[in-house]
Protein backbone atom coordinates (compact mmCIF):
# COMPACT_ATOMS: atom_id res chain seq x y z
CA UNK A 1 0.00 0.00 0.00
CA UNK A 2 0.73 3.63 -0.55
CA UNK A 3 2.63 5.70 2.05
CA UNK A 4 3.41 9.15 2.52
CA UNK A 5 6.06 10.65 5.22
CA UNK A 6 6.06 13.86 6.31
CA UNK A 7 8.93 15.58 7.57
CA UNK A 8 9.37 16.89 10.20
CA UNK A 9 6.70 15.99 12.78
CA UNK A 10 6.53 19.23 14.41
CA UNK A 11 8.02 22.79 13.67
CA UNK A 12 8.57 25.65 15.88
CA UNK A 13 9.64 28.96 14.30
CA UNK A 14 9.83 32.71 15.11
CA UNK A 15 7.26 34.73 13.12
CA UNK A 16 9.09 36.47 10.00
CA UNK A 17 11.20 32.93 9.61
CA UNK A 18 10.65 30.68 6.29
CA UNK A 19 10.50 27.31 6.45
CA UNK A 20 9.59 23.82 4.29
CA UNK A 21 7.66 20.95 4.80
CA UNK A 22 8.28 17.64 2.87
CA UNK A 23 6.24 14.91 1.83
CA UNK A 24 7.60 11.63 0.40
CA UNK A 25 5.56 8.63 -1.35
CA UNK A 26 6.79 5.14 -1.95
CA UNK A 27 4.86 5.36 -5.13
CA UNK A 28 4.66 7.51 -7.97
CA UNK A 29 1.57 9.98 -7.88
CA UNK A 30 -1.21 10.65 -9.93
CA UNK A 31 -1.70 14.07 -7.57
CA UNK A 32 -0.58 15.76 -4.13
CA UNK A 33 -2.66 17.75 -2.49
CA UNK A 34 -1.78 19.94 0.20
CA UNK A 35 -3.85 20.70 3.39
CA UNK A 36 -3.71 22.71 6.65
CA UNK A 37 -5.72 21.73 10.03
CA UNK A 38 -6.92 23.64 12.78
CA UNK A 39 -7.29 21.99 16.16
CA UNK A 40 -11.02 20.37 16.40
CA UNK A 41 -11.25 21.83 13.02
CA UNK A 42 -11.62 20.02 9.35
CA UNK A 43 -8.98 20.01 6.79
CA UNK A 44 -8.61 23.04 4.62
CA UNK A 45 -7.75 22.45 0.67
CA UNK A 46 -4.43 24.40 0.22
CA UNK A 47 -3.18 23.21 -3.25
CA UNK A 48 -3.23 20.70 -5.90
CA UNK A 49 -0.19 19.58 -7.79
CA UNK A 50 -0.35 17.01 -10.88
CA UNK A 51 2.57 17.53 -13.20
CA UNK A 52 6.06 16.67 -12.77
CA UNK A 53 7.82 19.58 -11.49
CA UNK A 54 4.71 21.55 -10.99
CA UNK A 55 4.74 24.67 -8.86
CA UNK A 56 1.89 26.84 -7.29
CA UNK A 57 1.51 29.66 -5.19
CA UNK A 58 -1.38 31.22 -2.77
CA UNK A 59 -0.33 33.82 -0.49
CA UNK A 60 3.30 33.28 0.88
CA UNK A 61 2.39 29.08 0.98
CA UNK A 62 4.28 27.95 -2.17
CA UNK A 63 4.43 24.04 -3.20
CA UNK A 64 6.19 22.30 -5.47
CA UNK A 65 6.22 18.78 -6.89
CA UNK A 66 9.24 17.16 -8.18
CA UNK A 67 9.98 15.76 -11.28
CA UNK A 68 9.32 12.07 -10.90
CA UNK A 69 6.25 12.78 -8.97
CA UNK A 70 6.84 10.88 -5.54
CA UNK A 71 8.20 14.02 -3.48
CA UNK A 72 6.57 17.26 -2.54
CA UNK A 73 7.66 20.46 -0.55
CA UNK A 74 5.58 23.34 1.24
CA UNK A 75 7.21 26.50 1.83
CA UNK A 76 6.08 29.62 3.69
CA UNK A 77 7.88 32.55 2.90
CA UNK A 78 7.63 35.16 6.57
CA UNK A 79 5.55 32.91 8.40
CA UNK A 80 2.73 34.27 10.66
CA UNK A 81 1.08 33.05 13.67
CA UNK A 82 -2.07 32.71 11.45
CA UNK A 83 0.25 29.63 9.47
CA UNK A 84 -0.07 27.64 13.00
CA UNK A 85 -1.63 24.92 12.27
CA UNK A 86 -1.41 21.12 11.24
CA UNK A 87 -0.24 20.55 7.33
CA UNK A 88 -0.86 17.32 5.83
CA UNK A 89 -0.19 16.00 2.70
CA UNK A 90 -2.52 13.91 0.74
CA UNK A 91 -1.93 11.56 -2.19
CA UNK A 92 -3.58 8.97 -5.03
CA UNK A 93 -1.33 6.98 -6.44
CA UNK A 94 -0.43 6.90 -10.32
CA UNK A 95 -1.96 3.08 -10.70
CA UNK A 96 -5.26 3.48 -8.84
CA UNK A 97 -7.81 2.50 -10.84
CA UNK A 98 -10.30 2.69 -8.62
CA UNK A 99 -12.27 5.52 -9.50
CA UNK A 100 -12.70 8.78 -7.26
CA UNK A 101 -10.21 10.00 -4.92
CA UNK A 102 -8.98 8.26 -2.63
CA UNK A 103 -6.96 10.27 -0.95
CA UNK A 104 -4.35 8.35 1.30
CA UNK A 105 -3.06 11.34 4.10
CA UNK A 106 0.36 11.52 6.02
CA UNK A 107 0.57 12.02 9.39
CA UNK A 108 1.04 15.33 9.31
CA UNK A 109 3.29 18.90 10.67
CA UNK A 110 2.45 20.87 13.36
CA UNK A 111 3.79 23.77 12.71
CA UNK A 112 3.55 26.49 15.92
CA UNK A 113 4.67 30.27 15.26
CA UNK A 114 6.08 32.08 18.08
CA UNK A 115 6.05 35.76 18.55
CA UNK B 1 -21.11 28.29 -1.16
CA UNK B 2 -22.29 26.33 2.28
CA UNK B 3 -19.40 23.97 3.07
CA UNK B 4 -19.96 20.32 4.54
CA UNK B 5 -21.61 20.67 7.25
CA UNK B 6 -21.71 17.60 9.96
CA UNK B 7 -22.99 16.66 13.36
CA UNK B 8 -23.01 16.26 16.12
CA UNK B 9 -19.79 18.23 16.75
CA UNK B 10 -18.79 16.06 20.42
CA UNK B 11 -19.89 13.04 21.16
CA UNK B 12 -19.11 11.21 24.28
CA UNK B 13 -21.06 7.89 24.98
CA UNK B 14 -19.97 4.75 27.28
CA UNK B 15 -19.06 2.10 25.49
CA UNK B 16 -21.30 -0.89 24.08
CA UNK B 17 -23.89 1.95 23.10
CA UNK B 18 -24.84 3.10 19.56
CA UNK B 19 -23.79 6.53 17.56
CA UNK B 20 -24.69 8.02 14.77
CA UNK B 21 -22.92 10.65 12.89
CA UNK B 22 -24.49 13.02 10.05
CA UNK B 23 -23.35 14.64 6.82
CA UNK B 24 -24.75 17.36 4.90
CA UNK B 25 -22.17 17.81 1.33
CA UNK B 26 -21.45 20.61 -0.28
CA UNK B 27 -24.64 21.14 -3.26
CA UNK B 28 -24.18 19.16 -6.48
CA UNK B 29 -21.18 16.88 -5.18
CA UNK B 30 -21.64 13.22 -6.24
CA UNK B 31 -18.83 11.75 -4.13
CA UNK B 32 -19.19 11.61 -0.41
CA UNK B 33 -16.32 10.18 2.16
CA UNK B 34 -15.98 8.86 5.57
CA UNK B 35 -12.52 9.47 7.21
CA UNK B 36 -11.63 8.50 10.66
CA UNK B 37 -8.70 10.65 12.54
CA UNK B 38 -6.89 8.99 15.04
CA UNK B 39 -4.84 11.56 17.86
CA UNK B 40 -1.52 12.77 15.75
CA UNK B 41 -2.17 11.18 12.67
CA UNK B 42 -3.44 11.52 9.36
CA UNK B 43 -7.24 10.77 8.43
CA UNK B 44 -7.80 6.98 7.48
CA UNK B 45 -10.55 6.07 4.76
CA UNK B 46 -13.25 4.18 6.10
CA UNK B 47 -15.67 4.53 2.92
CA UNK B 48 -16.15 6.52 -0.28
CA UNK B 49 -19.81 6.84 -2.19
CA UNK B 50 -20.30 7.74 -5.64
CA UNK B 51 -24.09 9.13 -5.70
CA UNK B 52 -25.92 6.35 -3.47
CA UNK B 53 -23.24 3.66 -4.22
CA UNK B 54 -20.73 2.82 -1.92
CA UNK B 55 -17.66 2.50 -4.04
CA UNK B 56 -15.35 1.43 -1.28
CA UNK B 57 -16.04 0.29 1.72
CA UNK B 58 -13.08 -2.00 1.98
CA UNK B 59 -11.86 -0.33 5.62
CA UNK B 60 -14.80 -0.05 7.06
CA UNK B 61 -15.70 -2.74 10.20
CA UNK B 62 -18.58 -4.34 9.00
CA UNK B 63 -19.49 -6.09 11.96
CA UNK B 64 -20.11 -2.73 13.70
CA UNK B 65 -19.64 0.06 11.70
CA UNK B 66 -22.67 1.11 8.80
CA UNK B 67 -23.20 3.68 6.57
CA UNK B 68 -25.71 4.97 4.13
CA UNK B 69 -26.01 7.83 2.18
CA UNK B 70 -30.03 8.29 1.31
CA UNK B 71 -30.74 10.12 -2.50
CA UNK B 72 -27.08 10.82 -3.03
CA UNK B 73 -27.01 13.74 -0.89
CA UNK B 74 -26.91 13.08 3.17
CA UNK B 75 -24.99 10.77 4.75
CA UNK B 76 -25.20 8.64 8.40
CA UNK B 77 -22.82 6.46 9.79
CA UNK B 78 -23.40 4.36 12.61
CA UNK B 79 -21.35 2.47 14.96
CA UNK B 80 -23.46 0.15 16.65
CA UNK B 81 -21.82 -0.96 19.23
CA UNK B 82 -19.10 1.33 20.49
CA UNK B 83 -15.79 0.19 21.68
CA UNK B 84 -13.32 2.33 23.24
CA UNK B 85 -10.71 1.99 20.59
CA UNK B 86 -13.40 3.77 18.17
CA UNK B 87 -12.70 7.37 20.05
CA UNK B 88 -11.26 9.47 17.05
CA UNK B 89 -12.40 12.14 15.24
CA UNK B 90 -15.11 11.25 12.02
CA UNK B 91 -14.75 13.27 9.34
CA UNK B 92 -16.92 13.85 6.41
CA UNK B 93 -15.76 15.14 2.90
CA UNK B 94 -17.27 15.61 -0.51
CA UNK B 95 -16.07 16.49 -4.22
CA UNK B 96 -17.72 17.23 -7.60
CA UNK B 97 -16.27 13.64 -9.65
CA UNK B 98 -16.16 13.57 -13.61
CA UNK B 99 -14.92 12.28 -16.44
CA UNK B 100 -13.04 14.92 -17.22
CA UNK B 101 -12.26 15.89 -13.83
CA UNK B 102 -11.70 12.71 -11.69
CA UNK B 103 -9.12 13.79 -8.86
CA UNK B 104 -10.93 17.02 -7.75
CA UNK B 105 -9.74 18.35 -4.14
CA UNK B 106 -12.33 16.84 -1.65
CA UNK B 107 -13.63 19.47 0.64
CA UNK B 108 -13.93 18.74 4.22
CA UNK B 109 -16.58 19.43 7.21
CA UNK B 110 -15.38 20.05 10.95
CA UNK B 111 -15.81 16.69 12.00
CA UNK B 112 -17.41 14.75 14.94
CA UNK B 113 -14.94 14.50 18.13
CA UNK B 114 -16.41 10.71 19.23
CA UNK B 115 -15.20 9.91 22.77
CA UNK B 116 -15.94 6.31 24.22
CA UNK B 117 -15.81 6.07 27.88
Known amino acids: SQELEQSPQSLIVQEGKNLTINCTSS?????LYWYKQKYGEGLIFLMM?????EEKSHEKITAKLDEKKQQSSLHITASQPSHAGIYLC???????????????FGTGTQLKVEL | EAGVVQSPRYKIIEKKQPVAFWCNPI?????LYWYRQNLGQGPELLIR????????DSQLPKDRFSAERLKGVDSTLKIQPAELGDSAVYLC???????????????FGNGTRLTVT
Open chain 2, 93 to 107: ASSFRTGAYPYSPLH
Open chain 1, 27 to 31: KTLYG
Open chain 1, 49 to 53: LQKGG
Open chain 1, 90 to 104: GAVPLKFTGGGNKLT
Open chain 2, 27 to 31: SGHNT
Open chain 2, 49 to 56: YENEEAVD
